[in-house]
């Protein structure tokens, strides 16, 4: 294999590769053309080092001055690199606090707590040095305090509306059966007032004041609205009787056993319903999809709901009860 230049009838050259093994020459590749010489003689050495690099044969000499030309590439680019960032995370909660409808605030500082808050759960001020050390973002620390309170005093409600209008988009249109649940949060303080006051604490921080935080979720937990408040006017106490028969399960009652309860908001009786799952939400309308007469074509009914256990939901109007409904209707 060598490197052979050959003359063209128009007058330039050409810088080939040629085989001539078994007897027989062969072009393998058409390094560059020209009539210029000092083209010719770079493309003559081009081709030369073609050779070397497809015959396994290399230049201890210019293997050494390329490996010193990278290694200057390298360290020149390492030594202008004026930052890390670790936000692969963010770049991915950034867009599914777009997804679900909160950037309609357009306010950076909340899109910054929630991602911190999910990523590093913190205090304020280790909120604000993670920001700065993982994601680059100057948000001040005072700007922090101020917010959560514009954030209880006026985007309250329209936080919990962007909620509860994702939740219905990702349970199609309806929510349904709901969840509320309360907890306590104590302050390592010793001065109460209107809001945080002393009382019972689910961590045993009774000396210490406290607040109730009480969250409203869909069946799915996917969080609608919450509320804050003081033990006095946010817990609801009732006393139940209940009387049962002593069994072999329940041998002698003890201080601290507890009991569920079950409370039922609305009763139906005899009335016609549907499994939730097959309801159909389109728009702002609701329907299902039932067979016609001749039980060749599927027609698409609106219908009004009444009660749902989150399972079965009552139709009020829209269906007969002799009407065959379609499940698979796609």
Known sequence: MYVRKKSNRSGSTSIVIVDKSSGKIRYLKTIGVSSDE??????????????????????????????????????????NVENILLNGTQLILNEVF??????????????HLVVARLCQPASKAGTVDYLKSYFDEDVELHKVYRYLDRLHNSLQDKIQRISVEH??????????????????????????????????????????????????????????????????????????EAEFDISNEIPLLRSGYSATAEIILNHRENVLSIEEKHIAYQKDSTCIYVLDKNRKKALR???????????????VNGVCRDEQIVINYD
Request: aromatic fraction near 10%; charge should be negative.
């Open 38 to 79: 000092q083209e010719i003689a770079a493309f003559f050495e081009q081709g030369k080092k073609w050779i070397d690099m497809h015959c396994g044969h290399r230049d201890m000499f210019l293997e050494s001055e390329r490996q010193r030309e990278e290694k200057q590439v390298t360290e020149h680019l390492l030594n």
């Open 98 to 111: 777009r997804l679900v409808g909160f950037d309609a605030i357009n306010d950076d500082i909340l899109r």
């Open 167 to 240: 939740t219905r988009r990702i349970l199609g249109g309806h929510i349904g059966l709901v969840f509320y649940d309360v907890t306590t949060l104590y302050f390592e303080s010793d001065h109460s007032d209107e809001l945080r006051e002393r009382g019972f604490s689910k961590d045993g921080k009774h000396s210490q004041p406290q607040v109730v935080l009480g969250l409203l979720v869909s069946r799915d937990g996917y969080p609608l609205s919450y509320s804050l408040f003081n033990e006095e006017n946010g817990i609801m106490k009732y006393l139940l």
């Open 301 to 315: 009914k609106n219908i009004e709901l009444g009660v749902s256990d989150g399972v079965y939901t009552e139709i």
